[in-house]
């Protein structure tokens, strides 16, 4: 079979190659892939390209012939009823390239060593009517409530990924803390790396002279309840897992009320929830068809309860905006 010139589509803009080609040929694997590129089989509009080589509409992707396909993986378990109403129910915006979901506190994102039932796994149920399963293009931690994106097609989920990637996503989170912060307002830039630990693998403050990944975070304290708690508006203007709790943890030595994982016994206050207080409160972006899309998610029921205990004003959330 000779090679193939495959013309990239409006809905592929800006979508990496080694995706493209996942896209397309889903059974091709990375290794197979970089060799092919490392050989010159594989061109991009007759030049040479790399994996993380950006497509752009009209573009075109010379195809040499692929190798037998294996048997087809399994199918996803259907999603129930259940399962499908309950997250019907967690949509706060949709339009034809995004979704927004208030994602609960204790719902996984992805599947993981003992997790059989997340997100991910569920998203056929959030087509409604699309020909394209949604896709997730960023995370949350399990115990990490709040708003939570999803693109409708492969080219509005590339869009999406290169705004958080190149920080064109405003991300603002809701924390309460253990202590009150000094000073009151900040930035922590402390580099962060992952370790192994009896409980599992965990981030930690890189040490001197180990290289860890870039972590920043700008932060500020909204009221505090005679500095035994303190609410916290944490943006972080990186990703990195589990950022803002060794952030608050090992920064600010303020562990985010909840966190045993990063705060130990001093995270936990007699009277109040042991639940995790860290809310994904809003994110604004650049939508994928042009515009800023706001998206804001109230807090989940135990921080809602934490707040009034304490006292703390609690704003009306802010319904969802679209400019144009």
Known sequence: MPAALITVTEDEADLRLDRWFRRHHPNLTQGALQKMLRTGQVRVDGKRAETGTRLAPGQQVRVPPMPEAPPPEPSRPAVSERDAAMLERLVIYRDDSVIALDKPHGLPVQGGPGIA??????????????????????????????????????????????????????????????GRPHPLAGRIN????????????????????????????????????????????????????????????????????????????????????????????????????????????????????????LGFDRPRTPPTRRTR
């Open 117 to 178: 039932r997340h997100l991910d796994g569920m998203l056929d149920a959030l087509r409604f009517g699309h020909e394209e399963r949604p896709r997730l293009v960023h995370r949350l931690d399990r115990d990490t409530s709040g708003v939570l994106l999803l693109a409708r097609s492969a080219g509005a989920a590339a869009r999406l990924a290169a705004a958080f990637r190149g920080r064109d996503a405003q991300k603002t989170y809701w924390a309460l803390v253990v």
């Open 190 to 309: 402390m580099p962060l790396a992952r370790q192994g630990g009896p409980r599992g693998e965990r981030t930690a403050p890189a040490e001197e002279g180990e290289e860890g990944a870039h972590a920043i975070t700008d932060f500020r304290v909204v009221d505090n309840a005679r500095k035994h708690v303190s609410w916290l508006e944490m943006n972080p203007l990186t990703g990195r897992t589990h950022q803002l709790r060794v952030h608050a943890a090992a920064a600010l030595k303020c562990p985010i009320l909840g966190d045993g994982k990063y705060g130990g016994a001093a995270a936990h206050l007699e009277g109040m929830s042991g639940l995790l207080h860290l809310h994904a409160r809003s994110i604004e972006l650049p939508h994928p068809e042009g515009g800023t899309l706001s998206v804001s998610a109230p807090l989940p029921p135990h921080m809602n309860e934490s707040f009034a205990f």
